[in-house]
């Protein structure tokens, strides 16, 4: 199959599935095209089957605003036209369905053949639940969700919320996040030894929080959680990641006198070695379609306490693999670490089931099932 891919290519989990996605097939026999404004960031090694073209901006004086859903509608145009795609796989709604859709229009009798290319939409959260809900994009969303051939959402809850808010009269197929689970699992030498030194005392726990420091994520609470649990049991806790809300972060571990017991990691590339070395995994979100970075911490055989909102119930068993508590009960989800921290045999029971519980998201299955459903959408 000859696929173009277009996704945010820098920030959040959408572009993650994206570039892993689009990699994953390549290696698979099929030829892959990224189209976005910036390499993706997950695209750094060489494969041969995978392009990518970047999407130019034009500048002219009378454009107060850059025009990037019609560049990119140009692009996936060329794209296609030139290398004989068979479909368009856009990732996150706003604006690639949009754009996606504008491009198999201008393309309807440009093809050879009378071919037609499939656009495929992939809704991966808040595309639907935070930017499409603005009232002037509404029926937009609506429009370009209905008219892509084939429409995935990566939770039952997301596919649930989709059809409820925008009453959308179409089939969403769930197709949930993935993992390469060879990739992120626990690996024993940076377990224990040197490398766990650098981050905390053998005695001490390792609570750990990875995302873009975005208001949904609610890092204040992985904070508050945080200095609760300390009360109780000696502990250290890893931050990784950056964003708008990094610098305020900081301010409350200072008010809260915590500072020399948290790092502030930044964004960092080699995630399977540091959530090596992690007991506990924090993901209180306000929003939260699926949870891609709770699933890579599970592959790595690490527990987690979750908010209950959104598709993290669909990956964060109760009671099995970690817990969840409503979001903003942060004194609940401090109790729930300390019970775990105390109970030696339970917490390994939930390591093991944190890692087969990732171990049902793996790559090569859900991987199949994008395939799968792209024969469908083409036909075949
Ligand atoms: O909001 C983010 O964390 C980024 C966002 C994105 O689209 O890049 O992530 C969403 O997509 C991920 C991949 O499908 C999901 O695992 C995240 O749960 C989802 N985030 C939210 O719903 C808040």
């Not at 024993?188 to 905390?200: I, S």
């Not at 909102?309 to 609940?332: C, Q, S």
């Amino acid at each position: 199959m000859k696929i173009g891919i277009t996704c945010y290519p820098t920030y959040g989990g959408s572009g993650v599935v994206a570039t892993e996605l689009g990699k994953t097939l390549a290696l698979k026999g099929h030829e892959v095209h990224f189209i976005s404004y910036a390499m993706p960031t997950r695209l750094s090694s060489y494969i041969g089957n995978i392009f990518y073209h970047e999407v130019e901006m034009y500048s002219y004086p009378l454009f107060e605003f850059p025009l990037y859903s019609i560049a990119l509608s140009s692009k996936m145009v060329e794209v296609v036209k030139f290398n004989d795609l068979d479909l368009i796989h856009a990732h996150y709604a706003i604006p690639h369905a949009t754009s996606a859709y504008l491009a198999r229009e201008i393309l309807k009798n440009e093809r050879k053949n009378n071919k037609q290319i499939k656009v495929i939409t992939t809704l991966h959260g808040t595309d639907i639940t935070l930017v499409g809900l603005e009232p002037s994009f509404l029926s937009t969303m609506k429009f370009s969700i209905e008219q892509s051939d084939g429409v995935t959402a990566v939770s039952q809850f997301l596919k649930d919320k989709t059809i409820s808010t925008y009453k959308i009269e179409k089939d969403i197929e769930v197709i949930p996040n993935f993992i390469d689970t060879d990739k992120y699992k626990r690996n024993p030498e940076k377990t224990t030894g040197c490398f766990r030194k650098n981050f905390a005392e053998a005695k001490e726990k390792v609570l750990i929080h990875v995302s873009n420091f975005r208001p949904v994520k609610r890092v204040p609470d992985v904070i508050k959680i945080f200095a609760l649990v300390r009360e109780k049991i000696p502990s250290r806790l890893i931050l990784v990641g950056d964003g708008p809300e990094r610098s305020e972060c900081e301010r409350l571990c200072r008010e809260l006198g915590i500072m020399e017991h948290v790092k502030f990691m930044g964004k960092q590339d080699s995630l399977p070695e540091i959530l090596s070395i992690a007991d506990l995994f924090l993901m209180p979100s306000q929003q939260e379609s699926f949870g891609l970075s709770a699933l890579e911490a599970m592959s790595c055989g690490v527990p987690v306490i979750s908010s209950s909102v959104g598709g993290l119930p669909e990956l964060n068993l109760h009671g099995e693999t970690g817990y969840i508590a409503e979001f903003g009960d942060v004194e609940r989800m401090a109790r729930y670490a300390v019970e775990l921290f105390s109970e030696e045999k339970k917490y390994k029971l939930f390591q093991k089931n944190a890692r087969e519980r990732a171990e049902f998201f793996n790559e090569d299955k859900i991987i199949g099932y994008y395939e799968e459903f792209y024969d469908k959408i083409l036909g075949k």
